[in-house]
């Protein structure tokens, strides 16, 4: 699924980093890798899949090793909310989707993000008010289309 969104982004003549590592402090664990990155706006994107992540729509718990699986996905969806925390306390816009959205729909969200990015005069706006309808996190259904 990145790689359609990254096609489609591509089409509409956006040009971006893709798997960039991203610093969000001093240890060796602060960092987190966008799908797709826009660094000069400060626009990090991320494909969340729905195993991993736990997409309220498909989801399917496994039933074997249960306990382990629930904190596996768990610890997931927490690392999701601390990198997202993060990289807003320093400026970034994060946008978070699932894999399952479709990617024509997704482009046109980050277009639409990035170029308001882009005709800001200042580029690190406080971070407290730089949210969009897809930085909820994870386990927030924010669509009306039945995504995410």
Known sequence: MPRLCESALHRRGERFRKDLPLRWGDGPRQITRGDVV???VRVAVFVDGCFWHGCPDHFHAPRHNAAYWRQKLLANQARDARNTAA???RGWTVLRFWEHEEPE???AIVCAVVRARRSRPERRPDPTTTKGPHEAGPSTST???GGR
């Open 38 to 40: 826009f660094t000069r």
């Open 87 to 89: 990289l807003r306390a």
């Open 105 to 107: 729909d997704v482009a």
């Open 143 to 145: 669509t009306t289309s």
